[in-house]
């Protein structure tokens, strides 16, 4: 079974000219939404209303990850093998050295 991403790219290749991606892309970035603004009239001292339009910056901001995702497909996650943390239960230091293999440091005397 082939790519279904393949084979949707194949399937639409040439039907968006250079020019109508970057409209689409324009456009998506360009999002507005339509707010209501509550304010205090200066000279009847009335309360008035009035729409308008601002950017969506939350609809621009989830619609970029959906792009480039078509674009580029999901990020793979990383496979770094480590070696896994081992917690050691010890009684006193000389168990560490053991368990480590590292020698057990002195702490230096206070002078004065």
Known sequence: ???PRGALAEALAGSLTDEQLHTLIDEVLAVKKKMRADFICKHCK???IQYGEISDALAVS???PDLLNQAYGRPVEATVMAEPIQFIRLTNLEALQE???SP???RK???G
Do not use: L, V
């Open 1 to 3: 079974m082939s790519d």
């Open 46 to 48: 009335r309360r008035q």
């Open 62 to 64: 989830r619609a970029i």
């Open 99 to 101: 368990a480590t293999g």
């Open 104 to 106: 057990r440091r002195r």
């Open 109 to 111: 005397a206070k002078a």
